[in-house]
Nanobody, 123 residues
Framework: QVQLVESGGGLVQAGGSLRLACVASGRTFSRYDMGWFRQAPGKEREFVGGISWSGGSTYYADSVKGRFTISRDNAKNTLYLQMNSLKPEDTAVYYC????????????????WGQGTQVTVSS
């Protein structure tokens, strides 16, 4: 089993940046492809982006492409989401999750989830 804990959320003005981290427990972190999702109030959980187990490949939703960057440090069991040029529509709770289906945009394909971290972007 893998436990995931996100951090780094907060309140930021439009145009600003935040860096989220997701720390995983257990020795199997490096075996999993990983994804970031977000969920705004009253909306469905939305795929943000994903990264392969090695970190060699990434994939992003069109809404964040060119602004967000996913990376990972398997030695530290940590996944990152660098968010730049933030917009008010990026406001949501952000979740990290593990999958064996690389770059699936379907939440049902993800096995373990963190508790989420709130990101609020003011206009």
């Amino acid at each position: 089993q893998v436990q995931l804990v996100e951090s780094g959320g907060g309140l930021v003005q439009a145009g600003g940046s935040l860096r989220l981290a997701c720390v995983a427990s257990g020795r199997t972190f490096s075996r999993y492809d990983m994804g970031w999702f977000r969920q705004a109030p009253g909306k469905e959980r939305e795929f943000v982006g994903g990264i392969s187990w090695s970190g060699g490949s990434t994939y992003y939703a069109d809404s964040v492409k060119g602004r967000f960057t996913i990376s990972r440090d398997n030695a530290k069991n940590t996944l990152y989401l660098q968010m730049n040029s933030l917009k008010p529509e990026d406001t949501a709770v952000y979740y990290c999750a593990t999958t064996t289906s690389a770059f699936s945009t379907n939440p049902a394909a993800y096995i373990y989830w963190g508790q989420g971290t709130q990101v609020t972007v003011s206009s």
